[in-house]
């Protein structure tokens, strides 16, 4: 089992960033490919971004590369998410999975609850 604990989110303006975290603990860390997930009102659960184990390998959705930047410190048993240049699109609940890489959330075994991001225009 990995438990996994989002945090970092909140109410920002359109152009502003934020910095979201998901700290795991139970299983170890560095084993498992990790993801940030998004879901917006009355929208399926949406990909943004993955990172290898290792964290040399990373993934991005479309609407997610040039603006967020996902890392891990597997010292620290967490994994982040740096959103610049956010837009109002960009409002969700983020989830931070562990699994096997890749873009589907089938891949994903363990989630946390999630963490809000509204964008205000």
């Known amino acids: 089992q990995v438990q996994l604990v989002e945090s970092g989110g909140g109410l920002v303006q359109t152009g502003d960033s934020l910095r979201l975290s998901c700290a795991a603990s139970?299983?170890?860390?560095?084993?498992?490919?990790m993801a940030w997930f998004r879901q917006a009102p009355g929208k399926e659960r949406e990909f943004v971004t993955a990172?290898?184990?290792?964290?040399?390998?990373?993934r991005y959705a479309d609407s997610a590369k040039g603006r967020f930047t996902i890392s891990r410190d597997n010292a620290k048993n967490t994994l982040y998410l740096q959103m610049n240049s956010l837009k109002p699109e960009d409002t969700a609940v983020y989830y931070c999975?562990?699994?096997?890489?890749?873009?589907?959330?089938?891949?994903?075994?363990?989630w946390g609850q999630g963490t809000q991001v509204t964008v205000s225009s």
């Open positions: 990172i290898s184990w290792i964290g040399a390998g990373t």
């Open positions: 999975a562990a699994g096997s890489f890749g873009s589907d959330y089938r891949k994903y075994e363990y």
């Open positions: 139970g299983r170890t860390f560095s084993n498992y490919n």
